[in-house]
């Protein structure tokens, strides 16, 4: 893969951002796009437009065959069993609450137990937390090493024949750290409990595998995968998917409406009440073409080597940077969190703006984590396809420009 090529796909990557030339290392909140998935959407709205599964004219014909072929691709892409097992949604935060408001509110109950680890994103955190308070189920956390891994000894340890539910990050969106979500899915199952996976900073980034991992549920982002905003992924086995009761209620969700009761239709369409995110969903089909082109372990292998190569960089600032989660290698995804001294998050990023380089700035939606590191925010840069070694240059140019407009802070 030649990440300079590649980034000749993203027309958004050729400008200037106050005077220098963009580099963009937010990936991990949302991707750029390439021409390809922009082009795709705009043929949609110039050509196919109409809502599906409603009418019979033409156009509601195509767009419908258009959003049912999406649904075949995503589940290609991560070897669903097939396509009715992948449900549209709005992202991998409503995805996770279908799953927890839609099967966990229903099936758990007091003395059941929930096992999280205490680096979660709110999106894996919260609707647990909810799911706990109404059905009398606790949570428990796993132990996280300094470093932001988990070991699988804990992980025994931790699930027991009162765990239901295992619900984990593939990969933290802070600390980078790949969880062995395969070895602990099946520690999961040994005590017949439900593996649930939050695939945000996974599925974009490497081969993901839903049938090899053996996960019940994944959920996941289309825009951080190089789809448009609005659309993500609620993957899960068909028994688990058939137990689950729909969310929303309304559109062509249904089967037979009665004045005092109602029945739904079989998976995919009981979860998708009102008119679904055809367009999103279209795109995000249009992404999953393009990235399965380049290919998701030439993707995985680049991210690893500008994780990688970003970390001996920034170690040329070592002693005024500390620098978060995992050594670098195939356990770290392409991500790097890091504070320089005492120097607020955002007044790193806003010096770093200024020589047009983006990342992210603050809690990352994940405070019980800055918490444990001891801190209110970190930076992150993050990387994807078309990010290249410069772009880790440029960044390491700009910290050191922030080292010296904030020396006070730091010595
Ligand atoms: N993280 C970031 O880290 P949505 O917003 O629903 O598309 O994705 C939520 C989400 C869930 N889990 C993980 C691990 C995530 O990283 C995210 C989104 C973004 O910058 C925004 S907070």
Redesign the pocket.
Known sequence: MNSVEVRQDFPILNQEVNGHPLVYLDS??TSQKPREVIEVLKRYYEADNSNVHRGVHTLGSRATEAYELAREKVARFINAPSPEQVIFTR???ESLNMIAYGYARIQLKAGDEIVLSPSE?H??LIPWQQVAKVTGASLKYLPLQADGTLTLDDVRQTVTPATKIVAL?HVS?VLGTIHPIKEITAIAHAAGALMVV?G??SVPHMPVDVRDLDVDFLAF?G??MCGPTGV?VLYGKRKWLDAMEPTYFGGEMIDIVELYDSTWKDIPWKFEGGTPIIAGAIGLGAAVDYLTKVGMENIHNHDVHLAAYAMERLGELSSDLTVYGPKPGKTRAGLVTFNLGQVHAHDVSTVLDAEGIAV?AGH??AQPLMRMLGVISTVRASFYLYNTEADVDALVHGLSSAKEFFQHAIG
């Open positions: 991990a909140a992202g991998t935060t994103h999106s894996n990050a969106n939050d945000a900073q982002s825009h951080k993500g992210r990352h939606c």
